[in-house]
């Protein structure tokens, strides 16, 4: 038998990659946020990658922000959002890393730099030589976790890219807040969790594939 496992905690924090600050003018935020060293944000160490947004207390409508960081991978990505009014501006794609953020010109307030409830885990990948009928899943929260989590399924050898049509989710384990497990894998490479909702706790997913 072989088993997989991998332990995380999601983040949702205003403030994970830059604190409350402003600029007068086209240029780069602060990178000096609860999850930032050295003038990057790191969320590795969580085994997570995070929906980024930007919030906005002034009216920043017309203004866009891009993040630049990494995936998972260690391929460098980056996103552009349109700012908001008093609300908020969330990236499409996860990032595992932010080591800039910039404004195209001056905010009209402050801003705070963080994650939102949106956060996936990496992928643990099947070995296809093996029976995947036999396939068991399973998914521990903490005592005291709050947070809802569902299972996505991938179905391409090395799925990074976030609107990827085959990755999809298992509707076994979905919106779930409670530690589950279930046996049997649909046709599939890998499979990671996808945690919509978090409020504290840690998960411990695990895959086990019978066979020699």
């Known amino acids: 038998m072989s088993?997989?496992?991998?332990?995380?905690?999601?983040i949702s924090d205003d403030v994970a990659i830059g604190t409350e600050q402003s600029l007068g003018s086209a240029g780069d935020f602060t990178i000096d946020g609860t999850f930032a060293s050295d003038g990057e944000a790191d969320f590795t160490g969580n085994n997570i990658k995070c929906i980024c947004r930007v919030r906005s207390t002034g009216d920043d409508s017309g203004l866009t922000f891009t993040f630049y960081g990494e995936?998972?991978?260690g391929n460098t990505i980056s996103d552009a959002v349109s700012g908001t009014n008093g609300g908020y501006a969330d990236t499409s794609i996860y990032f595992a890393k932010v080591d800039r953020v910039s404004s195209s010109g001056a905010t009209d307030g402050n801003v705070f730099i963080g994650t939102c409830n949106n956060s996936v885990t990496p992928f643990l990948y099947l070995d296809q030589?093996?029976?995947l009928s036999l396939t068991g899943f399973s998914v521990r929260l903490s005592s005291g976790a709050n947070f809802l989590y569902s299972m996505q399924v991938a179905h391409t050898s090395a799925p990074e890219d976030d609107t990827d049509p085959f990755v999809t989710f298992d509707p076994r384990?979905?919106?779930?807040r409670k530690s589950t497990s279930a046996v049997g894998a649909t046709p599939s490479t890998g499979y990671r969790i996808r945690i919509t909702e978090y409020f504290t706790g840690?998960?411990?997913f695990r895959?086990?594939?019978a066979g020699t």
């Open 3 to 10: 088993v997989m496992e991998l332990t995380s905690t999601p």
């Open 71 to 73: 995936d998972l991978k």
């Open 129 to 131: 030589q093996r029976d």
């Open 173 to 176: 384990l979905s919106s779930l």
């Open 202 to 204: 840690t998960l411990t």
């Open 207 to 209: 895959v086990r594939q």
